[in-house]
């Protein structure tokens, strides 16, 4: 049954492009990395955060560590319109995004651990007044890896680590469904096939339908890192995460919307002597088996590979400055495939066309007294989406974001850690609404302005012994 | 760390952080902002006229030339309008005498619906229908009303006023009221039946009505209600005193009679105060030609013509129609605009309102503007040329309104 195909071309495929969108990736899995920038993947922090900065670093630990962090992201942002200059803003949300990290040395060089963190999450809301809510109005991803690690110092110069992820997805897309993209249903021949309800007068923007798709899977990922003393001042590091495309089994559910709409008689040749109520014409296509009933969808999610390559050079005891390059190889995702369960449900393909991520990151660390370090930091990354995918899903752009912190040595064995980071994403072009199913946007439907920034907070606490 | 090597630390931060910031920016084309924040969303409403509907037709063409768009343009405020695909819907004429149309129709509605739009408009700005009387603004479903496939077509199954209230406007223009007594003057059966014209007192309890709605949106007070044109200035109606200057000429068949009750009135007859139908006049003498030997005879004292007491009729209403207009808008804030004054000047050019029948039909010029080049070639509604006109009297009384300086249509 083809006469939905567009309305479900919209459904579900924003999935993907969550974690696909370098917006989503959270890099603020520890209170002391978060405050100098998250750089140092050649000499991660002390507390057990190397299991996700760079396994290798768990080897230059004595004793064992646990910390325990989390981080409160308060995102915000909006969309200003060419035409009218009217801004919608995004709804007011903070995450919590939590980390721990379990590390032991066993004192012959070998280490392990295990870290629990969420590398990819948070979600976007919009009001469901906001045009873009037929793309998605309220969106959530969480992708929690647990990471058994090893260590091992290898020379007096070279650590080498390896961690596998156990990963494990939930997703929550929902969005609206425009009737005037929606096929009409078949007229007897008085209508050519495939007739849009726009062309019969119902305006943009009618919302007929609200849908709501919720999905996990699981997956595993490796994850190796190595650091080499150059010399006693500097220090490179290396780490590498491979992908996993993650199977996400999903439910959708749908409810009509009443769209109050109702022909005059005679109006059409639908009816032709008595009103016709378009919310009775549409409520079958939600009956069981109905193309709008309630179902199942598969499709997957790809968590791409990422590595980290860095430099830390000590200028003197006290003070440390790091730089990281950082590539997310988001480059080969063009298309995305996902299949329903319902027969009536055609599969759906769209265009993405994502592109690699590059991120450029700055730290330094300076130990002020010997209870308390300052740490400052700035980074740059690219995004994932081209000019053609920026969406209300994740309108994201580049982004410059500033950060600090503080350590404070409670006691000899306990230790606290205060981050600040403000996230300023450049003000970018994009699209509110979705191409037809099989067709590529292009920059033509960019009809406004995303704005975004977050303030993020981060409190930390380690435990060594 | 040497002060040379904080400078160049600095200098290098700095680059990245120019590099970093590069805002992308709003694209809003000068030709949309408007000319005063008085018109940043523009709505109209109305019937035919304000659609775009000439030569019995309505396309994507003739919807662009319509009155409220060349006013869109000069406010340069954004206008969305429902446009529909090519040849129309139905296709306008090209030859009235002989109903050629643009093109071909599409079967088989004989309407080639709504043009896709790869943008879709937030909202419409042009909410007319055409056929819509007053109450049709309100009510899709009124036993009065004249809903139409159109409504549906454009609206979608909303109201005039429930489209205008989805646009959320700053400003309105209102031209509607024409239909209350089009009808009456168009019924083929009997042309300028009283029963067909709505009562002054319904028109004035529904127009308040709508306009009550208006008032909700932020256009409150803001916008120009359009007086109803004179049934009576129209070329599709021909005073019968025409038919028998014209009969006198010879141009017309010779078993087409004229009575002589289509006389003037200084001469005995009604034919300075009876209309003639196009539809009717135009039929007889099409009838006559094709059978010669037929005597085919208008009378001027018949049904199918608006008579002296019909005409006064609908005389009196659109005065009443307009009295009650102008009152409300000189209560409620909005500029009033009477189009009779400029559609009576009009006619007094025979180039620009030409009359049927033609003495001399042959002119090519009555096959291109058989009703003069005022109207489009159904004679009841404007052309291209008389919406520039009708936007410029609705610029004039804006600028009176509220001080504004809209640039008038070149």
């Known amino acids: ?465 | 760390m040497s002060r040379t090597t904080t400078l160049l630390g600095a200098a290098t931060l700095g680059l990245v952080l120019g590099a970093g910031c590069n805002d992308e920016q709003l694209f809003r084309p000068t030709s949309v902002i408007p000319v005063n924040a008085l018109f940043t969303r523009y709505v109209a409403m109305g019937n035919s006229i304000t659609a775009g509907f000439q030569s019995a037709g309505i396309n994507d063409s003739t919807q662009r030339q319509a009155y409220p768009v060349l006013l869109a343009g000069q406010m340069q405020t954004p206008f969305f309008q429902p446009l529909m695909n090519k040849p129309g819907c139905p296709p306008p004429l090209v030859n009235v005498f002989t109903g050629a149309v643009v093109q071909p129709p599409v079967p088989p509605l004989n309407c080639a619906l709504r043009e896709p739009q790869p943008l879709p408009p937030p909202f419409l700005s042009d909410v007319a229908v055409p056929g819509a009387k007053v109450i049709d603004a309100l009510s899709n479903f009124a036993p009065t009303g004249d809903a139409n496939a159109l409504t549906t077509l454009f609206l979608g199954g909303m109201t005039q006023i429930q489209a205008m209230e989805r646009a959320n406007p700053t400003f309105v223009t209102i031209w509607i009221g024409n239909n209350d007594v089009l009808g009456a003057a168009t019924d083929t059966a009997n042309a300028g039946n009283p029963a067909l014209v709505t009562r002054v007192d319904s028109f004035t309890t529904r127009y308040t009505a709508m306009l009550n709605s208006v008032d909700s949106t932020p256009s409150k007070g803001h916008g120009v209600l359009i007086g109803v044109a004179d049934v009576g200035l129209i070329p599709y109606l021909s005073y019968g005193q025409v038919y028998l200057f014209v009969k006198s000429t010879g141009a017309l068949p010779a078993n087409f009679a004229v009575s002589n009750d289509c006389a003037p009135s200084a001469l005995g007859g009604v034919g300075d105060t009876v209309l003639v139908p196009f539809r009717y006049g135009f039929g007889l003498i099409a009838a006559a030609q094709a059978n010669p030997s037929t005597t085919y005879t208008l009378d001027c004292l018949n049904d199918h013509n608006i008579e002296p007491a019909e005409l006064a009729n609908l005389h009196a209403a659109v005065k009443g129609y307009n009295a009650a207009i102008a009152a409300l808008a000189a209560a409620r804030g909005y500029a009033y605009a009477d189009p009779n004054p400029a559609l009576l000047a009009l006619r007094a050019d025979t180039a620009q309102v030409a009359p049927f029948p033609h003495a001399n039909p042959a002119d090519p010029k009555f096959t291109t503007a058989p009703f003069g080049t005022a109207f489009s070639k159904d004679g009841v509604h404007p052309s291209a040329a008389s919406h520039k006109l009708i936007a410029n009297l609705l610029i004039q009384a804006i600028d009176a309104q509220y001080g504004t300086t809209v640039p008038a249509v070149p």
């Open chain 1, 1 to 465: 049954m083809r006469r939905y195909a567009l309305l479900l071309s919209s459904l579900v495929v924003g999935l993907p492009a969550l974690g696909a969108a370098q917006g989503f990736g959270i890099y603020e899995l520890n209170t002391c990395m978060m405050g100098r920038a998250g750089v140092g993947v050649a000499q991660p922090c002390p507390d057990g955060s190397a299991i996700f900065f760079n396994p290798a670093g768990l080897a230059s630990l004595k004793g064992t560590h646990i910390s325990v962090g989390g981080t409160l992201i308060r995102p915000m942002g909006g969309f200003t319109d060419d035409l009218f200059g009217q801004k919608t803003d995004m709804a007011s949300q903070t995450f919590v995004v939590p980390n721990v990290y379990v590390t032991h040395n066993f004192g012959n060089g070998l280490a392990a651990g295990i870290g629990l963190y969420v590398p990819y999450g948070l979600g976007t809301e919009w009001p469901t007044t906001f045009p873009g809510r037929f793309s998605g109005y309220k969106t959530r991803l969480n992708t929690l890896y647990i990471q058994p690690t090893l260590a091992y110092q290898v020379a007096d110069r070279l650590q080498l680590g390896i961690g596998i992820a156990y990963i494990h997805s939930s997703v929550e897309l929902n969005q609206r469904l425009d009737l005037s993209a929606q096929a009409l249903p078949a007229t007897g021949g008085i209508l050519p096939p495939g007739t849009l309800f726009s062309a019969i007068g119902i305006p943009a923007y009618t919302d007929f339908a609200d849908s709501k798709l919720t999905g996990s899977g699981n997956g595993v990922a490796v994850h190796i890192g190595a650091i080499l003393k150059i010399t006693d001042r500097l220090s490179l590091g290396g780490r590498f995460m491979t992908r996993k495309t993650v199977t996400i089994n999903g439910d959708v559910a749908f409810s009509q919307v009443n769209t109050g709409l109702v022909f005059a008689p005679g109006t059409t040749p639908l009816n032709p002597t008595t009103p016709l109520p378009i919310d009775l014409v549409l409520a079958p296509e939600f009956a069981p088996g109905a193309p709008l009933s309630n179902g199942t969808a598969t499709t997957q999610l790809t968590l791409p590979d990422q590595w980290t390559l860095g430099l830390t050079y000590q200028l003197n005891p006290k003070w440390m400055v790091s730089g990281d390059f950082q590539q997310v190889v988001w480059g080969w995702f063009n298309a995305l495939n996902v299949t329903f369960a319902n027969p009536a449900t055609p599969p759906l393909a769209r265009y993405e066309g994502f592109r690699d991520t590059y991120g450029y990151r700055f730290g330094t660390e300076y130990q002020y007294s010997p209870k308390y370090t300052f740490r400052a930091g700035y980074l740059y990354h690219t995004s994932a989406a081209p000019d053609i995918t920026v969406t209300p899903l994740l309108p994201e752009g580049s982004r410059n974001e500033f950060t600090l912190g503080i350590g404070a040595t409670l006691t000899p064995q306990w230790h606290a850690d205060l981050g600040y980071q403000y996230v300023r994403q450049n003000d970018r072009r994009g699209r509110t609404i979705d191409p037809a199913t099989g067709t590529i946007a292009t920059t033509g439907v960019n009809t406004g302005l995303y704005q975004f920034s977050a303030h993020l907070v981060a409190l930390g606490l380690a435990l060594t012994f």
